[in-house]
């Protein structure tokens, strides 16, 4: 321990320069397993978000709003899990699980940069379908390229601002150790549980620009779920209701779960049971939705998977005529 804090005596205070992040270090034996399933679920993670990505920008049949989102969503997991996971990797193999004093803070604002931006390109991502569905016929004009632009650029800059607010007031609070963060990434709540001076306007403010970050989106969402659901149940046609609506409901479930999970551990009030569900429930919106989220939006889609198809076709009998120089393409 002692190795970790570089002590600075100054009036009676220590001052913390380090953090140390448990993780799961409550869980030595599993350390291995868990190292293993993270590793793919990244590799999983950042492979199919670039494929997804490539894809939307390589064929110009997917030159449309919503697979623009689409591969903006992609570009965006891919940041957003690379905020969190590799240094998590790193602790899980090694015994040391220190993150200096500004790389905490860094983890913290790029975090929450990007989990907001998330939830604002998922609310576009819900209002362009609910154009698409509702007002189809007005879909080209509402949908222009000027407004399609806005919207997918609105969504970074409202991420860069509000966690900046946060992650600024959070450094400058005061920090005399213990220095143990239990959470795998530096995290809100738990950096406040180490806080020995005035925490509330921090508790305050974090609650105010949580809530700015994740209530606008969720109702634009939710609204836009509800209007296209009950634009789904007055189709006549019994399979092409049946269609919509499970393409409808695996968007639904994904963001249900993103959002469900995130106002948990960021809105409802800080109780010790809840407490040790946190670090179960943070899994889901730092690691499960970045993996699960372009796939279910892109592989549930003809489209997205008509073009994926096409460009395999080109490489594969490229591959089989030309052998091991594949890898030059
Ligand atoms: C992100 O959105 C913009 C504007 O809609 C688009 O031009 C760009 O191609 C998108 N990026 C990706 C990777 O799809």
Redesign the pocket.
Known sequence: MEQFVMKKERDNETLVTEFILLGFKTLPELQTPIFVIFLAIYMVTVAGNILI?TA??ADHRLHK?M??????L??LEICYTSTTLPKLLASLLSEYHGISFSGCFLQFYFFGCFACTECYLLSVMSYDRYVAICKPLHYVTLMNSRL??QL??APWIIGAVLPAITAFCASHLDFCGPNEIDHFICDYTPLLMLSCGETQQAEMLMTVVGFAGIMPPLILTLTSYACIINTILKIPSNSCRKKAFSTCSSHLIVVTIFYGTLIIVYMLPNTDTLRDLNKIFSLCYTILTPMFNPFIYSLRNRDFKQALTKAFSKFVPERTMEGNQMHQN
Not at 67 to 72: A, C, V
């Open positions: 990505a939307v920008l709003p697979y623009f989102f689409l591969g903006n992609s570009i399609c632009v997918s650029v």
